[in-house]
């Protein structure tokens, strides 16, 4: 028996459309200050964050390929959000950290957020967001645990 492919039930294209729906909710919702990729916005949150200080590790972290990181790091260099110093430990990697000016935007950026968050909880119904939290927690234990690696390509066709 033959199943119809039905792109609309497609996870990746769901959770990709949903994931831009409401990051171009939010950049419009902080449009009138700012406008940052989504790129620069987890480039620029890795570094508020102080989670990450590289390139590499923000690349690993994210999900984000080098070359979106390496261009959101280039933007937010132009602004004059962060600087960038030659690691002393490895000199093949730049440590990169916000310019008090980053830093400063990066706050406001962080408010907004809260915000938007806020106004996302009040507007989901409750139990649509606590299986939504539920279920994207598991997919992410799920990945770290590397469960959900690429298939074999003895997919039958």
């Not at 959101?72 to 002393?88: F, I, N, P």
């Amino acid at each position: 028996m033959h199943v119809q492919f039905d792109i609309e039930r497609f996870l990746p294209y769901r959770l990709n459309r949903l994931a831009e729906t409401f990051s171009g909710n939010f950049a419009r919702y902080c449009s009138q200050n700012y406008e940052l990729s989504w790129s620069e916005w987890q480039v620029l949150w890795a570094l508020g964050e102080e989670v990450h200080a590289t390139a590499k590790a923000i690349s690993n972290h994210s999900g984000l390929g080098k070359t979106k990181v390496s261009r959101a790091v280039k933007a937010l260099d132009d602004r004059g959000w962060l600087e960038r110093s030659t690691s002393e430990e490895d000199r093949r990697f730049e440590q990169l950290r916000l310019t008090s000016e980053g830093r400063r935007n990066y706050n406001e950026l962080r408010q907004l957020a809260g915000h938007y968050q806020r106004w996302l909880e009040t507007t989901l119904d409750l139990p649509y967001r606590n299986a939504l939290d539920e279920g994207l927690l598991g997919m992410e234990d799920a990945i770290a645990g590397g469960l959900l690696t690429v298939p074999g390509t003895g997919v039958s066709r």
